[in-house]
Antibody, heavy 118, light 107 residues
C-alpha cells in the first residue's frame, strides 16, 4: 500500500531554513507527483507546490515562490521541501501528499510540525 | 486564484442523522473537486474526487455531487467516527485551493 513517511518536528528561529523529507513506498516513485500542503494552527489547508517524481519538474504557489524549493531523490524514493527565510507565520504542520492523477491528492503523509520562534 | 467557500462553517448533528455540506467555487471548475475528512491531530483523509467518485475504501454513506461552481457532500446515517472537519478542494487550476472547512460536531 502507498505510504508516505515524513521527517520529525523542527523548531527554527526566524530567518532560518527548514528542510522536510517525505519517503515514499508501495508504488513506483517516478510515476507520480508529490505535493506539499501546509496547515497553520486552527486554519485551513494551503497548497505550496508539487514536484513531478519522474522528470523533477516543479510548480510553486506564488505565495511562497522564491522561498520554497521542492526536490526529490529518486534513488531514495524521497521528496524534500525546503522553506527559507522563515517567519512566525510559517509555523504549521507540513504535509506531503501523492498525486493520484490530474492534481488530485489521494495519499497523505503523517505531517511534520515546524515551529518558528525566537 | 479560485476561492472555495464552504457552508456552514460548523454543524451540529446527532448520530443517525443525514447532513449536507456545500462548497462554492468563485469560478467554474468543471468537476475537479475533492472532499477530505480531517480529525484532530491527524492528516486529511481523501473521501471523494471528481466531485462524485468515491475514493477506494471509503464507505458509501459518503456521496458527492455538483459541477461547475456548486458542489455538495452528503453523509448519511452519521456515526461517532464521522464527527470531524471536512474540506473541499479544487484542482482545476493553480494554485490548488481549499475551502475554509466545516466542523461537524455531535449534538
Amino acid at each position: 500500500q502507498v505510504q508516505l513517511v515524513q521527517s520529525g518536528a523542527e523548531v527554527k528561529k526566524p530567518g532560518a531554513s527548514v528542510k522536510v523529507s517525505c519517503k515514499a513506498s508501495g508504488y513506483t516513485f517516478t510515476s507520480y507527483a508529490i505535493h506539499w500542503v501546509r496547515q497553520a494552527p486552527g486554519q485551513s489547508l494551503e497548497w505550496m507546490g508539487w514536484i513531478n517524481g519522474g522528470n523533477g519538474e516543479t510548480k510553486y504557489s506564488e505565495k511562497v515562490q522564491g522561498r520554497v524549493t521542492i526536490t526529490r531523490d529518486t534513488s531514495a524514493s524521497t521528496a524534500y521541501m525546503e522553506l527559507s527565510s522563515l517567519r512566525s507565520e510559517d509555523t504549521a504542520v507540513y504535509y506531503c501528499a501523492r498525486d493520484w492523477g490530474m492534481n488530485y491528492v489521494a495519499h497523505w503523509g503523517q505531517g511534520t510540525l515546524v515551529i518558528v520562534s525566537s | 486564484d479560485i476561492q472555495m467557500t464552504q457552508s456552514p462553517s460548523s454543524l451540529s448533528a446527532s448520530v443517525g442523522d443525514r447532513v449536507t455540506i456545500t462548497c462554492r467555487a468563485s469560478q467554474g471548475i468543471s468537476n475537479y473537486l475533492a472532499w477530505f475528512q480531517q480529525k484532530p491531530g491527524k492528516a486529511p483523509k481523501s473521501l471523494i474526487y471528481a466531485a462524485s467518485s468515491l475514493q477506494s475504501g471509503v464507505p458509501s454513506k459518503f456521496s458527492g455531487s455538483g459541477s461547475g461552481t456548486d458542489f455538495t457532500l452528503t453523509i448519511s446515517s452519521l456515526q461517532p467516527e464521522d464527527f470531524a472537519t471536512y474540506y473541499c478542494q479544487q484542482y482545476n487550476s493553480y494554485p490548488l485551493t481549499f475551502g475554509q472547512g466545516t466542523k461537524l460536531e455531535i449534538k
